[in-house]
């Protein structure tokens, strides 16, 4: 085997959610489908002189002479995805440097091994759809790549604005962490935002061992007592030991009914005398209430839900989830939570506008219906303090209120306490209050 050092960029372009996107096809249809993805990433990165060096299993690797075509191609790539039909979202992780060029046997084509290639694969997977990742840890600067868009053009973007600088990213199969750019191709700074790839970053001054983000894990309830709402979560710990741990009901968000066997993705937290337990459970497969936050020109965007902490979940929308055409942005919708793996990331899934959500009539309830988006005002009639949850009543209506929503959580709700919340979809037809506002304690009604 002869072996060469040579210098070249490389491209892993990954198909999107291609796992999601398989389950729904089968076998046959998925080859085509790929094919169609495969001719039409060839016409766009033949000119720029790249070639396609290997097929993986949700995409393809391509190999440059420097690093101007590769980014270019990748720009081209993700405009082609949204005006060819058969050229679907793709997430694009590019790196350039020194690699050892292979030929097995003499006039067969080279394969290549090098830091590089693990680099691009690694940054494929932490971009998002129509996002493109660079790794800026090469050997020159970002302003001296000369690339365009069309967006750019229209707008006479100077050449240093397609390259933002994002934080550098951990991974653990890397010794050190990966700087890296995403490549501004888009219309808007809007646009950019909402594809925002960058999952986990580290400090600016790159301190490892004192950066902790909040970690997410994967499993499966393996025990749940309905009755008395409390049960365990199977899962694998990050250095891959088997555990369980404990969760109860009122940490599953929104409440969603859940059975033993569910696949969950949740955080863990200091419980009960500081035992570890499962926080922000979020069921695989639940039918959830949600906020539009951001929808692209080609029908991409982000759905957004609220976890225990006050903090935002967010859904990635593929265009071909969008069940409506009437849809636009802060509509609440229903969707169905999908994929969850750390590849994929969470995704929303048959999004539909909420039901009625145009007229007074939107949920069917006890007493006079509310219009959600609202803002209202309520009297806590039960608060259970150690669960975290509890009750008021709006008009006849009674609206679940969770310790999540609290603005102030040092203010524990109690019977006879007014209330002024964000009226939000709940089970069953019913109501749930976001955003909580203590207006006044225990003496007065509505």
């Not at 959610?17 to 998925?30: F, H, I, R, V, Y």
Request: glycine share 8%; with cysteine.
């Amino acid at each position: 085997m002869e072996m060469e050092a040579v210098g070249k960029t490389f491209l892993q372009v990954r198909i999107f959610n291609a796992d999601q996107t398989k389950k729904g096809l089968s076998e046959p249809d998925w080859a085509e489908f790929f094919d169609g993805f495969l001719q039409s990433a060839q016409q766009t990165i033949h000119p720029h002189g790249g070639e396609i060096v290997k097929l993986t299993p949700d995409g393809i690797l391509v190999v440059f002479e420097d690093a101007v075509q590769g980014v270019q191609a990748a720009i081209d790539l993700q405009e082609s995805a949204t005006t060819i039909s058969a050229h679907p979202s793709c997430a694009i992780g590019i790196s350039s440097g020194p690699v050892f060029e292979c030929y097995l046997q003499e006039g067969e084509r080279p394969d290549y091994i090098g830091s590089p290639i693990d680099i691009a694969a690694l940054l494929s997977v932490r971009a998002r759809g129509n996002a493109i990742l660079l790794n800026s840890a090469d050997s020159y600067p970002a302003d001296s790549l000369q690339v365009t868009s069309q967006a750019g053009r229209a707008s006479n973007r100077p050449q240093n604005a397609y390259f933002v600088e994002q934080s550098p990213l951990k991974f653990p199969s890397l010794a050190q962490p990966v700087g890296c750019y995403s490549i501004f191709w888009q219309e808007q700074p809007t646009h950019f935002l909402t594809t925002n790839p960058v999952e986990e970053s580290l400090t600016s001054e790159m301190e490892v061992d004192l950066y902790q983000e909040e970690q997410i894990y994967f499993g499966r309830v393996s025990a749940f007592k309905k009755e008395r709402g409390f049960g365990f979560i199977q899962y694998y710990s990050e250095d891959q030991e088997y555990r369980e741990i404990y969760f109860h009901m009122t940490y599953v968000i929104n409440q969603i009914s859940i059975q033993e066997h569910d696949h969950v993705q949740f955080t863990i937290k200091p419980g009960k005398e500081g035992r570890p337990q499962a926080c922000s459970v979020l069921v695989m497969g639940s039918r959830l209430q949600g906020q539009m936050e951001s929808l692209e020109c080609d029908g991409s965007g982000h759905v957004t839900i609220h976890n225990q902490d006050s903090g935002l979940i967010r859904f990635f929308v593929l265009p071909q989830e969008l069940r409506s055409s009437t849809i636009q942005v802060n509509d609440i919708v229903e969707f169905t939570v999908g994929s969850g793996s750390e590849m994929e990331g969470l995704i929303a899934l048959n999004i539909q506008p909420f039901e009625g959500k145009e007229g007074p009539s939107e949920v069917v309830g006890s007493g006079d219906n509310l219009k959600i988006g609202s803002v209202e005002r309520a009297v806590i009639t039960v608060y259970f303090v150690e669960k975290g949850y509890g009750f008021a009543k709006c008009r006849r209506n009674n609206v679940y209120i969770h310790v999540s929503e609290l603005t102030s959580p040092e203010n524990v709700p109690n019977p006879g306490d007014i209330i002024e919340f964000d009226v939000f979809p709940g089970r069953d037809g019913t109501y749930r209050a976001n955003n909580i506002r203590l207006v006044m304690k225990k003496g007065l009604t509505l």
